[in-house]
């Protein structure tokens, strides 16, 4: 089995400091991708280039303090892919590619964190660009490999991935566009839902994220933001999943799939 594992880490010197590395050396994963790790090369350095055993490959945003991406791997990976080729959003730290190839098969892992529009409609359209970007990639990379994109998606794309949706229709991460988009790479493009796959009708098990007003997480009134998104022959060799929650690292929970991919 491969253990494939995402967590937004809301800051990796926050997550480490409550319990990751020893959540990590008992879980095992063979890869966890990371977001949203909010540090520079310089801070990583010396601290938080290893996790639990694992190696990290990264791309930092050029702004401190802000975003970042990272797959840290058990297996040393056959090439990375730091940025998709974006002159707008490489700069933000949003993607990195890591890849396993040999002579009879091409794998990636990607670690990705979408955009958020919450902020105001500036970074609402920030995000529309990203989606229409990032599509045209996707199906490219599809036709050249097979691969599971990991990550904090910042949508929810059914009612049932969401316990207010009434309420957050005209809000970011559940608007109409951002849905179709959604849709669209999980119909016409061919990706894969891994976990909705593994559990279609899961609601309020599913959530992976929770605002930190009022007592959204005491309630789990939350939202499923982190996907794992795959081509369909290596989704196809989904086992099992585990979104863990017994531990709060971040505001995010990890996800976690096993994959048969022998």
């Known amino acids: 089995m491969f253990k494939l594992t995402s967590l937004n880490l809301n800051g990796i010197r926050s997550a480490t400091s409550k319990g990751l590395e020893p959540w990590l ?10 977001q949203e790790v909010k540090a520079q090369a310089d801070d990583v350095a010396g601290k938080f280039e290893t996790l639990a ?10 702004k401190k303090g802000y975003s ?11 090439d990375v892919v730091v940025g998709y080729g974006s002159g707008e959003f490489d700069a933000e730290g949003r993607y990195v590619e890591l890849r396993f190839d040999t002579l009879t098969r091409k794998r990636s892992i990607i670690s990705a964190y979408f955009p ?5 409609e500036e970074r609402q359209q920030a995000k529309y660009r990203f989606l229409a970007e990032l599509y045209p990639h ?5 036709g050249q490999r097979e691969f599971v994109l990991c990550g904090d998606i910042n949508i929810a794309h059914q009612e049932i991935d969401l316990k207010n949706f009434k309420g957050n229709k005209k809000n970011s991460g559940f608007l109409p566009e951002e849905r179709a988009w959604m849709t669209q790479l999980l119909t016409q493009a061919g990706l894969v839902d891994v976990y909705r796959q593994l559990e279609p009708s899961a609601t309020d098990a ?3 994220w929770w605002s930190n007003r009022g007592q959204a997480y005491a309630k789990n009134v939350g939202w499923r933001l982190d996907y794992h998104l795959a081509t369909p022959a290596l989704a196809a060799g989904a086992r099992s999943h585990a979104i863990y929650k017994d531990e709060k690292f971040s505001d995010h929970a990890p996800i976690t799939i ?5």
């Open 116 to 120: 958020s529009g919450s902020s105001g």
């Open 138 to 142: 996707l199906t490219t990379l599809k």
């Open 25 to 34: 050396a008992q879980l095992q994963p063979d890869c966890i991708c990371v």
């Open 68 to 78: 970042g991406v990272g797959v840290y791997t058990r297996h040393a990976p056959s």
């Open 258 to 262: 096993d994959y048969d991919w022998a």
């Open 53 to 62: 055993g694992l190696n990290g490959y990264f791309q930092f945003a050029e």
């Open 206 to 208: 599913a959530y992976t």
